[in-house]
């Protein structure tokens, strides 16, 4: 079985050849895309991303099945893994061994948010906070280096502290039982 270190050299000679295409100039913007659907019968949320799937559900008190995270349980879960991740990256990068890594993200979120008597209370998952658990030989100086270079340099965790505009559109499309009973309401 493999180690944790044995997957850093490996992640260091992707990030490298990914720095070198940067510094080439042959890197650039990737879009991104998401794609979600509520099923029927049991309003699910199926996330579809590249190749994957990844289901959304509420849990039995919201109308739901408990049949997977809800979309701010996911949020705390996508935070976690890019911290994750950003924490690999530059471990790899830096030549920081690292025995073992986990981030534990925590939050709340309350129902009562917004409504009357509520105002100050956020509608959002709000006190957020990760915990890094680092098993690593390092000193503690590489260590608490590591940290900031992932805090400078986290996607996830820079959107969630500099929120930016998101442009919105609807696109309605009437149903084919509305079409139905307008084209019964025309000929009737």
Not at 46 to 60: A, C, L, W, Y
């Amino acid at each position: 079985m493999t180690t944790l270190n044995h997957y850093l050299s490996e992640k260091r000679s992707a990030v490298l050849a990914r720095e070198a295409l940067i510094t080439a100039g042959d890197a650039g913007p990737a879009a991104l895309a998401a794609k979600v659907s509520a099923e029927g019968r049991s309003g699910v949320r199926r996330i579809r991303i590249r190749d994957h799937q990844i289901i959304s559900d509420s849990p039995p008190d919201f109308a739901g099945y408990n049949l997977g995270p809800s979309s701010p349980e996911l949020q705390l879960g996508v935070l976690g893994s890019c911290v994750t991740h950003i924490f690999l990256i530059h471990a790899a990068h830096q030549q920081v061994p690292v025995d073992s890594l986990e981030v534990e993200v925590t939050g709340k979120i309350d129902p009562r948010g917004g409504r009357p008597g509520y105002e100050d209370i956020p509608i959002y998952p709000h006190d957020i906070g990760y915990t890094v658990h680092l098993v690593s030989p390092a000193s503690a100086e590489s260590v608490q280096a590591l940290f900031e270079t992932v805090e400078k340099t986290c996607p996830i965790l820079n959107l969630l502290k500099n929120p930016q505009t998101i442009r919105a559109e609807i696109r309605h499309t009437a149903s084919a039982w509305d079409k139905l009973e307008e084209e019964h309401a025309i000929s009737g």
